[in-house]
T-cell receptor
Framework: DQQVKQNSPSLSVQEGRISILNCDYT??????FLWYKKYPAEGPTFLIS?????DKNEDGRFTVFLNKSAKHLSLHIVPSQPGDSAVYFC???????????FGKGTLLTVNP | EPEVTQTPSHQVTQMGQEVILRCVPI?????FYWYRQILGQKVEFLVS????????KSEIFDDQFSVERPDGSNFTLKIRSTKLEDSAMYFC?????????FGQGTRLTVV
C-alpha cells in the first residue's frame, strides 16, 4: 500500500542547475509533508516541510511546492551542489500522532 | 545542536536471541518513534510513543517487539526472538510535533 510514491529512483543534474524531486500521495487525509535527506550509513535528516494549507515553502536553496488537487509535491534545489548528492525521501503525516509515511526515495547525484 | 543518539551502531545476533536497541531522544521532545529500513527498501514506521505509552503501532510491530522508556532519557526497542527477516537498519526518532529528528541508526544483522 504505497500511500507516498516517489516514482524516480534516481536523478542526475549538473552543479549549479536546478534539481526537481517529485512525490505523489494517495491519502487525502495527509496534512503535513516533509522532505528528508539521507547519506549512506546515516539517519534521515530533516530538510524542509509544508503544511497542507500552504502551496509553497522556501528555505534558502530549497523550495517545496504542494499541489493538493493533484496530490503532488516537489522539492526544488537551486543551485544544486555536489554536497546535495544523497537519497531524498518524501514523507507525509496526518493528525496529531505525527507518524511518518515515507516514499521509497530518490537518489540525487549532482555532478561537478 | 541537540541530536538523537543510538547505540550500538551495529549489532550482530543469532537467530532466536533477544536484542535491545537503545536510543537517547532529544531531551525536550515529547514523541518518540522507531522506524526500520530493510536494505533496498523504504523507511517503515514501527511504533510511536507518547505520554509513556504506545500511541500507534504498525502491523510489523507484533508481540515480538516491545518499547520502553525506563527513565527520563532512554527509549529502547526490544526484539524478543530475532528472525532473519529482522535484519535491517533501525532508526529512533523524536519530535515536539511534526518534524521528527532521527538518530544515526543501528544496523541489526541476524545470522
Amino acid at each position: 500500500d504505497q500511500q507516498v510514491k516517489q516514482n524516480s529512483p534516481s536523478l542526475s543534474v549538473q552543479e549549479g542547475r536546478i534539481s526537481i524531486l517529485n512525490c505523489d500521495y494517495t491519502n487525502s487525509m495527509f496534512d503535513y509533508f516533509l522532505w528528508y535527506k539521507k547519506y549512506p550509513a546515516e539517519g534521515p535528516t530533516f530538510l524542509i516541510s509544508i503544511s497542507s494549507i500552504k502551496d509553497k515553502n522556501e528555505d534558502g536553496r530549497f523550495t517545496v511546492f504542494l499541489n493538493k488537487s493533484a496530490k503532488h509535491l516537489s522539492l526544488h534545489i537551486v543551485p544544486s551542489q555536489p554536497g546535495d548528492s544523497a537519497v531524498y525521501f518524501c514523507a507525509a503525516t496526518r493528525g496529531s500522532n505525527y507518524k511518518l509515511t515515507f516514499g521509497k526515495g530518490t537518489l540525487l547525484t549532482v555532478n561537478p | 545542536e541537540p541530536e538523537v543518539t543510538q547505540t550500538p551502531s551495529h549489532q550482530v545476533t543469532q537467530m532466536g536471541q533477544e536484542v535491545i536497541l537503545r536510543c537517547v531522544p532529544i531531551s525536550n521532545h515529547l514523541y518518540f518513534y522507531w522506524y526500520r529500513q530493510i536494505l533496498g527498501q523504504k523507511v517503515e514506521f514501527l511504533v510511536s510513543f507518547y505520554n509513556n505509552e504506545i500511541s500507534e503501532k504498525s502491523e510489523i510491530f507484533d508481540d515480538q517487539f516491545s518499547v520502553e522508556r525506563p527513565d527520563g532519557s532512554n527509549f529502547t526497542l526490544k526484539i524478543r526472538s530475532t528472525k532473519l527477516e529482522d535484519s535491517a537498519m533501525y532508526f529512533c526518532a523524536s519530535s515536539l510535533d511534526t518534524e521528527a529528528f532521527f538518530g544515526q541508526g543501528t544496523r541489526l544483522t541476524v545470522v
